[in-house]
């Protein structure tokens, strides 16, 4: 029977590569078969399906267009409280932020497809699209802040990824990626990526995104928590630390994690969450995501539909552009666009080249239409209300499957669009489902910091206040802009430095000259009293 099942296989093989389906994405010609893709899409769709739950958990977290109109007034006064969108028990406020995660879910969804198929069908390369961790996190927590708190509105922030993914998408019509990715020095730009993965890291462990593992503390700012209970208005430890029931589970999970990339396991973060998340479904223990409370049986009935089709409401063209006079905003515009590019070209060649898609010129086929894809698909997303679209570095685990074509990339659309049906579920999945998921994307974002030179303090310095500043400041511009204005500053002192030795070199050389000629001139006028007195003699 398995020997029937190759057969089939290999004569199913033979028949696609030779079609016109086989010859418009060269599968042939690449050397690989139509079942390879599909396994190949397979394996990266499931490494990277951990990115729709997760977007729309941290993009949440901002509030998006919910505002204190959407709360619901004291019953004592019938009038709103301006804090009550920090209040996790406003019916009102809580009822948006639900509608909210349910349109993030299918807007992630939808952009991933939009942004695979692209790829897919334009540049016919292997690789799965998605909103990029990171940019979510600086969006989500540094420009809109946590339920509004930061100093853009989610619309005019959703207007600045609408003219980044502008701004990308001329940069790589006229061919400038390479010439802007080579501004910033190689050290920062290595750092960056170390210090975003300590900023999702950090992200992951408090208690509102995460598992929460750490919380603040008036004495120290931040403490070990993991606290079975919590003040809601702080978020200070009330009592019980390290007793907290979902936290244990998270690291379960995390450590399920942990073990199956160890063993090369495909899909590892998305089985450390669904074993959490499985648990957290389960009404009635202490960990459960569905309490019995009025939103907790709202959530829970809309969870027991399974199947449904949410239309995107509050997310969909949900652009200002006013507010366009604040620094701030200029500021994020050149962040998320540096961000961007450097992101994009990194994982765009470290791809082609295990992919074995580089050619003897050092670029790849479909490269240009790449970047083109990568800018548009942000265009896309900004409209529907996420952040700009990533080639995901996960579609390496397709590559090694043996996906060579574009077709991987449409069977990872596939997915992501079948996905868009099952928001109910994919709703329900907790923070400390999330948490571990996003610790674990620190880890793995944390091993460029080896290609950097320690040894060379002009370039560790600015590179290690790169990365503590985008944890320790909560803010990855923060970060960007530090360790450039250090590298700017040693710069000029070295050029200073040197201009000053030039100087006092060019001074010496003057007096030296002027030495000489003074010694020329003595010696050149002895000689002629010498020679006058010789003629007096005669």
């Not at 450390?272 to 009404?283: D, K």
């Not at 709202?298 to 509050?314: A, G, M, P, Q, R």
């Not at 923070?431 to 030179?453: F, H, N, Q, R, T």
């Amino acid at each position: 029977m398995v020997r029937d099942w190759k057969t089939m296989q290999k004569g199913l093989d033979q028949a696609i590569s030779k079609s016109k389906f086989g010859h418009f994405f060269k599968l042939e010609a690449r050397k690989t078969t139509f079942t390879r893709e599909l396994r190949a899409g397979t394996a990266t769709f499931l490494t990277m399906a951990y990115i729709i739950s997760v977007n729309a958990t941290i993009i949440a977290d901002s509030g998006g267009p919910c505002s204190v109109s959407d709360c619901t007034a004291l019953p004592e006064n019938k009038t709103v409280d301006p804090t009550c969108t920090l209040d996790p028990n406003n019916k009102g406020y809580q009822n948006c932020l639900s509608k909210l995660k349910s349109d993030l879910i299918v807007a992630t969804s939808l952009s991933s497809m939009i942004g695979s198929f692209a790829m897919g069908l334009f540049a016919n390369l292997p690789f799965g699209l998605a909103p990029g961790m990171g940019a979510n996190a600086y969006l989500a927590y540094n420009l809109v802040g946590y339920h509004g708190t930061g100093p853009i509105p989610y619309k005019t922030a959703m207007a600045v990824v609408f003219l980044e993914g502008i701004a990308f998408l001329c940069i790589a019509i006229l061919g400038l990626r390479a010439k802007v990715a080579r501004l910033i020095p190689s050290s920062i730009r290595l750092a960056c990526a170390a210090g975003i993965g300590l900023f999702i890291a950090f992200v992951g462990l408090q208690a509102h995104q995460g598992v929460g593992l750490v919380g603040p503390d008036p004495a120290t700012l931040l403490t070990l928590s993991a606290c079975r209970s919590v003040d809601p208005a702080s978020g200070e430890c009330v009592g019980g630390k390290m007793q907290s029931p979902t936290f244990w589970l998270g690291f379960v999970g995390f450590i399920i994690m942990c073990y199956g990339l160890m063993k090369n396991i495909k899909g590892s973060m998305i089985y450390g969450m669904l074993f959490v998340t499985l648990i957290s479904w389960i009404r009635g223990i202490s960990v459960t995501i569905f309490p019995h409370t009025p939103l907790g049986d709202t959530n829970y009935e809309y969870f027991k539909n399974v199947v449904d089709f949410h239309k995107i409401e509050s997310t969909f063209w949900a652009i200002s552009f006013t507010g366009f006079n604040r620094s701030q905003v200029w500021v994020a515009l050149a962040t998320l666009l540096y961000v961007d590019v450097l992101a994009t070209t990194g994982t765009l060649y470290t791809m082609a080249e295990i992919g074995g898609l580089v050619n003897e010129e050092g670029g790849f086929e479909g490269e240009y239409v790449a970047y083109m894809v990568d800018a548009g698909s942000t265009v896309v997303g900004s409209a529907v209300g996420v952040s700009p679209i990533a080639t995901y570095i996960e579609s390496m685990a397709g590559i090694r499957e043996g996906g060579k074509t574009g077709f991987t990339a449409v069977v990872v659309g596939v997915y992501f669009g079948l996905s868009i049906f099952l928001t109910p579920m994919l709703t329900s999945v907790p923070p400390w489902a999330v948490g571990p998921s996003l610790v674990m994307v620190g880890v793995l974002m944390m091993k460029v910091v080896k290609e950097i030179d320690w040894e060379n303090v002009r370039e560790a310095v600015p590179a290690f206040v790169t990365m503590v500043l985008m944890p320790l400041t909560y803010s990855i511009s923060n970060g960007i802009v530090g360790g450039i204005g250090v590298y700017v500053a040693l710069g000029l002192c070295d050029y200073v430095v040197g201009w000053i030795k030039w100087v006092i070199e060019m001074r010496r050389m003057v007096a030296r000259e002027r030495n000489q000629v003074s010694a020329a001139a003595t010696t050149v006028t002895a000689a002629a009293a010498v020679e006058l007195r010789n003629v007096e003699i005669i």
